[in-house]
């Protein structure tokens, strides 16, 4: 039995309304949770002290070495301290715990600050992120402006900590509940300068496309890229058709299936995959766009904390095998079956994404839903990482949101009251848009929490930018791709003429694609655990032989190695 079937969202045909039944996975045991109001509890006191005995050999040992083989990287979009405690003072109570995202050993807090992109303030400090910006800070390292998919503040390509993983021999992962090319998912396998860039037809591309020389939209890229297993929503922009390019005329999917992606589109096809990897890496889009929530939206109003609500399981909510925490498993499983047996370990990098889009949408009990299915993705990770013993885990957020606990029902701004875990009501106020406005992202800073190797680079105060380097120092990263190519080589030979010779080159580790020339002919490759194959047909000497010059060049590092393949008679 894998751990999806003993998931944190096996009960969920045992839910009633009101009522949320979580699997607590690390300890194994049920836990029943829900808003104590709705459901005919009577008030209590809750015990307010959450320390019983000394912590300090606690953490003494969480405090391990700094090297770990995988690292797993939970993003809780718009989670700011307010949505966590709205979250957990729903479901278990002002004295209880997520027992995900409050278990981790080891926090501090970061910043989240942008740069403006223009202007006399190019460069200077914006102080409120978008998840673009954000998500490049800690996916490269750099700050840049609001809107940009890891590239500069000049447009600049960055490389990214999947992408340096993968050069690095890592396996990797990259799993959603938004459409993959949100800005969160996205920052780790694309550059381009303004994230809405999300598919051939989509006329923010600019010279970004492929079609006026650029790199592509974010779906051709994220093509590009290979990352072993990719899961999420945003099917729709993978029907639209390559504009230019050795694939032009053909659809992204078609595309996808062409290159060996196993695409799958439902649980059965999901369950039915039992490895990924360069060979075969995994496409799962289950969704045209985001994801359903798990609760029904609340609509947040003018004196609306007045009537309070328990929140309903949404009726279009994916079954629990699509669940964030099963979709967690399922890329873990398939990530570390890859890395045993002396093998390099593996990145995976988890959205939820819609605790964010609920906030922007003033709606409480969605963003409580979406931060309980992010809370048991993490208990997901952290089951694993415990029992791997070799696994740092860092759960975190790429911005602050609205929501606040306040007192008493707002006068002029929009709020809506539920019923908690506590048997007593909450109300949550939305101050920074009118009814039917985007609520705004705010620009406080944010937790940031870690288990396992490497976790004490996150006490204190840091910044989003610093957990590029915590990650990648974690792993071992060679962040130089052009080095890790630079002993590449490509396989001298002999042919025949009139039939198929195959040019074969290695070593290519810091790239993605490559570019091979026979003699006057190219093609444009995918670079496979560093290998580049590629197949032409061998000329017909006027003579009784012809010597071939043979180059690869690799797409990403410029590197470049030759060869001859001589062809006789």
Not at 180 to 195: E, F, G, L, S, Y
């Amino acid at each position: 039995m894998n751990r999806s079937s003993r998931s944190v969202r096996g009960s969920a045909r045992r839910r009633t309304v009101g009522v949320i039944a979580v699997s607590a996975v690390a300890a194994g045991t049920l836990l029943a949770v829900g808003a104590g109001a709705a459901s005919g509890s009577s008030a209590f006191t809750p015990a307010s002290h959450r320390v019983s005995a000394d912590k300090t050999k606690d953490v003494r040992q969480a405090i391990v070495g700094g090297k770990a083989k995988n690292v797993i990287l939970l993003v809780g979009d718009g989670m700011g301290d307010s949505e966590i405690t709205i979250a957990r003072n729903y479901a278990y109570g002002a004295a209880g715990e997520l027992p995900g995202i409050d278990a981790l050993p080891l926090t501090g807090s970061y910043t989240t600050y942008s740069v403006y992109k223009d202007g006399a303030d190019k460069g200077k400090p914006d102080y409120v992120t978008d998840s673009a910006a954000s998500g490049t800070g800690w996916a490269t390292g750099t700050k840049t402006y609001d809107g940009a998919i890891s590239v500069d503040v000049d447009g600049n390509p960055l490389p990214t900590l999947l992408e340096l993983a993968k050069a690095n021999g890592f396996r990797t992962g990259d799993v959603s509940t938004a459409e993959i090319q949100d800005a969160t998912p996205a920052v780790q396998v694309a550059h381009v300068d303004q994230r809405s860039c999300y598919g051939p037809d989509s006329s923010s591309c600019g010279d970004d496309a492929l079609a006026a020389g650029g790199l592509g939209s974010i779906s051709e890229q994220l093509l590009d890229t290979r990352a072993d297993v990719v899961l999420g929503g945003g099917l729709a922009s993978f029907g639209q058709r390559a504009a230019a390019g050795q694939w032009k005329g053909s659809t992204l999917l078609q595309q996808a299936t062409a290159r060996g992606y196993q695409v799958v589109t439902d649980a059965a096809g999901l369950a039915s995959v039992k490895k990924a990897n360069q060979s075969q890496p995994l496409l799962g889009l289950f969704t045209d766009g985001n994801f359903p929530t798990r609760y029904e939206a609340t609509t947040a109003t003018v004196g609306g904390a007045d009537t309070p609500v328990t929140c309903r399981e949404s009726a279009d909510r994916l079954p629990s095998s699509l669940s964030l925490a099963s979709l967690t498993d399922k890329a873990i499983d398939l990530l570390s079956a890859g890395s045993k047996n002396g093998g390099k370990g593996f990145f995976l990098q988890i959205e939820g994404a819609s605790i964010d889009k609920r906030d922007h949408a003033a709606d409480a009990c969605g963003q409580i839903g979406e931060t309980l299915d992010l809370d048991e993705a993490v208990q997901v990770a952290l089951a694993f990482a415990k029992k791997d013993k070799n696994t740092l885990v860092l759960v975190t957020a790429d911005h602050a949101h609205s929501s606040q606990i306040v007192d008493s029902t707002p006068p002029t701004s929009l709020s809506t009251a539920v019923n908690t875990a506590d048997g007593t009501v909450m109300k949550i106020s939305y101050g920074t848009a009118a009814a039917g406005g985007s609520q705004q992202h705010t620009g406080t800073q944010l937790r940031i929490a870690g288990y396992g190797p490497g976790a004490a680079n996150v006490v204190g105060l840091t910044d989003q930018t610093d957990t590029f380097g915590t990650i990648s120092r974690t792993l071992g990263l060679s962040t130089d791709a052009a080095k890790l190519s630079k002993k590449a080589s490509v396989s001298s030979g002999y042919a025949t003429p009139g039939r198929k010779v195959t040019v074969r080159g290695d070593g290519f580790a810091g790239d993605r694609q490559a570019t091979v020339t026979f003699g006057d002919e190219t093609q444009r490759v995918d670079v496979i655990d560093g290998a580049v194959t590629a197949t032409f047909t061998a000329p017909v000497p006027s003579g009784r032989q012809q010597v071939v010059k043979v180059t690869v060049e690799g797409a990403q590092t410029g590197v470049a190695k030759t060869a001859r393949i001589t062809v006789r008679k």
